[in-house]
């Protein structure tokens, strides 16, 4: 077994805690074992860092207590006995504490690690109103004068203008503030971000109120997702003073927007909460967000008031450390039903008004398309009639035929002519033998002549017809051909260039990959888009076979001869390499080790709540073996079919494939990098 693949941060995941020690006030040294266990377990956990509570060696609540100096050198002593303690453990250690520097108080944050103080932050804004008088006891950090402290016997850095680098994990860097820092308008996070922090801390206390509890998340995760960066909270909890106010451990750690863990509140014990933070996924989304960069040019002035302090930790990458972060198996699915449910109506009105939009502009009012009997043309075909009703136009300027070969089946022939009835289309059927056959005639194909030569020119000559159809179809009728074929097809090239399926004048299915129009067909159905009627049809749609049903099967066979899965690998897998190779750039040893935790186990991960998904799992050779399929074709076959498709809509945040938009790539570049580094990703 490879460690360095097991391991999380290989992949430039971090772990890090928050830690909320039940405390007790004014007793710095039984703070100080509380913070130290807590350290111990993270450490044992694989976490690089652990944030604790603000003043939490003191307790928060001492109120003028912090002004007398049997309390401030207790507190030095729990320093003191914190830095011995952190000898041993392999983790950053940041702890609050009242410090005494120029002749000042200070409510002030101690990075400790390896026997050192690397670093220490003073708060930057002090809360003087409503119930918190913390000026009364404290000054400010920029009041400050010093720029180093002597500090346990050690020299330290000290002010707020402090970056924190481990060296050895060179994507973490991070910055410490102080509770009412992050509820300013512009917190100090915001500029340590641009001057490149990926890891914001906050050591806070706040005390609990009605709904309080909810702005808290609210705020850390808009903080992160403003600042591109991860954030980790921490609260006061048990322990502190109740005089006037009370308190509830909330912890809380985000990553650009997303909450990935919080802690249980009202806690009577001292808790920890973990996460596993992608470091690559932060730099490159900065990368990619070019105005991050305009932001950082814009405040240079302030940008370039940061120092830097670098330090190597001992990681634990000699160790397998699996991913303890939730991946979805579906990233394009939302698994809670509600959320999909919402997500299913949110892209069936961006493609029904984007097919509104094209039929206006162009004062065109028909439009043309070749019904399968299939998911994708289902789909497609729903989206123009909820367009027709939108536009006030009859259904019937729905031109829908549906075009057998050699190989329809006689389940996808009965599901398209039930389809049509269903929608109440102008319906037709064209059987496309006898134009396949003259074709194949021509062009001298053993077919023709009584040979069962199924080979790739058989097929094409057959989507090549059905295309050639619509668009005269569409001439005759003056209407525009809508094109079927979904973002998962595009990503593996599966699809007849040109004149084929590839082609249309508009395609309202182009973003949407083959695991969401699955469930957008059957929400269309469930959610009685059409009114009451019988919708059982789009239900028998949904449970049907993928296949492009060109090669004839044997006589008595009931399953189709192709099944395109056999051919291009799962499409939930192949969504899932999409998404992570398209939305974010990842190598593809990253997307396999994403893969295998989301897939190697029924009872990981999330399977969207739906009784009619399948449960698959797969193993890692499995995973390996597809995404070397995707990337084969993704990389090196498919982009010329991309470089020239129609017009479409972009429905998600996950990407489009359009040239225009989020993919402009070389028709001739090869997978060789790509395959390479996927040799690094081991067979079991």
Not at 198 to 221: C, F, H, P, Q
């Amino acid at each position: 077994m490879s460690h360095s693949f097991h391991n999380l941060y290989h992949h430039d995941f971090a772990r890090v805690a928050v830690g909320v020690p039940r405390c007790r006030v004014a007793d710095p040294l039984h703070n100080a074992d509380e913070t130290i266990e807590l350290a111990e377990e993270a450490a044992l956990r694989g976490a690089a860092l652990i944030a604790f509570p603000e003043l939490g060696l003191s307790a928060y609540s001492c109120d003028d207590l912090f002004h007398q100096r049997t309390l401030l050198d207790g507190a030095l002593q729990a320093l003191h006995k914190v830095v011995e303690a952190s000898q041993k453990l392999q983790i950053v250690m940041i702890v609050g504490l009242p410090l005494r520097v120029d002749h000042q108080l200070f409510n002030c944050a101690a990075v400790v690690s390896g026997g050192k103080i690397r670093g220490v932050v003073p708060k930057t804004y002090l809360p003087n109103y409503g119930e918190f008088y913390e000026a009364r006891q404290f000054s400010a950090a920029d009041e400050a004068v010093s720029t180093e402290i002597d500090l346990c016997g050690q020299r330290v850095p000290f002010g707020a203008n402090q970056l924190f680098e481990i060296e050895n994990l060179p994507l973490f860097k991070f910055h410490v503030e102080i509770c009412e820092d992050v509820w300013v308008p512009i917190p100090p996070s915001s500029f340590a971000a641009l001057a490149g922090a990926t890891v914001l801390v906050n050591l806070s206390a706040s005390n609990v109120l009605v709904g309080k509890a909810d702005y808290r998340r609210a705020l850390v995760s808009q903080q992160s997702a403003r600042c591109l960066a991860a954030y980790l909270y921490s609260s006061a909890g048990r322990g502190e003073s109740t005089t006037d106010l009370a308190w509830d451990g909330q912890a809380l750690v985000a990553e650009n927007g997303e909450l990935l863990m919080e802690s249980e509140r009202y806690s009577d014990e001292s808790h920890l909460i973990f996460a596993d933070v992608d470091l690559e996924r932060l730099s490159r989304e900065r990368m990619r967000t070019t105005t991050f960069g305009k932001s950082v040019r814009r405040h240079k002035q302030e940008v370039q008031q940061f120092r830097t302090v670098r330090f190597p930790i001992e990681l634990p990458t000699h160790r397998v450390l699996p991913l303890e972060r939730n991946v979805a198996r579906f990233p394009y699915v939302p698994a809670n039903r509600a959320l999909r449910d919402q997500r299913c109506n949110e892209v069936y009105n961006i493609q029904v008004q984007a097919l509104v939009q094209r039929l206006s502009a162009s004062r065109i009012e028909k439009v043309v398309i070749g019904v399968s009997g299939g998911l994708d043309s289902t789909h497609a075909l729903l989206v123009c009639a909820k367009a027709m009703d939108r536009l006030n136009l009859p259904r019937t300027n729905i031109i829908a035929v549906t075009m057998p070969g050699f190989a329809t089946s006689t389940r996808t022939l009965d599901q398209a002519r039930a389809l049509m009835a269903f929608v109440g289309c102008s319906a037709s059927e064209i059987d496309i033998r006898p134009s396949c056959i003259q074709m194949l005639k021509d062009i001298g194909h053993p077919y023709a002549e009584g040979s069962e030569q199924y080979d790739i020119t058989f097929e094409n000559v057959q989507a090549g017809e059905r295309t050639n159809h619509l668009f005269r179809l569409a001439n005759h009728h003056n209407g525009i051909v809508i094109g079927t074929g979904d973002l998962s097809e595009l990503a593996l090239g599966w699809c007849t260039y040109g004149v084929g399926d590839h082609m249309s004048h508009y395609n309202v299915n182009a973003s949407v990959p083959k695991t969401l129009i699955a469930h957008l067909v059957r929400w269309v159905a469930e959610s009685k888009q059409f009114g009451d009627v019988n919708s059982s049809v789009l239900l028998a749609v949904v449970n049907t076979e993928i296949s492009p049903e060109l090669v004839p099967g044997k006589v008595g066979d009931e399953a189709p001869a192709q099944i395109t899965q056999n051919v291009i690998g799962p499409y939930e897998l192949q969504d899932f390499n999409l998404y992570y190779t398209l939305r974010f750039g990842f190598a593809p040893s990253k997307v396999a080790f994403l893969s295998l935790h989301a897939w190697r186990d029924r009872n990981v991960g999330m399977w969207p709540e739906d009784e009619h998904v399948q449960r698959n799992q797969y193993e890692l050779k499995d995973i390996k073996h597809n995404l070397g399929i995707f990337l084969k074709r993704f990389f090196q076959t498919s982009q010329f079919k991309r470089t020239c498709v129609p017009n479409a809509p972009k429905v998600g945040s996950g990407g489009s494939l359009s040239p225009r938009g989020d993919w402009r790539a070389p028709s001739d570049s090869e997978a060789a990098v790509w395959l390479e580094n996927l040799k690094t990703v081991p067979d079991a």
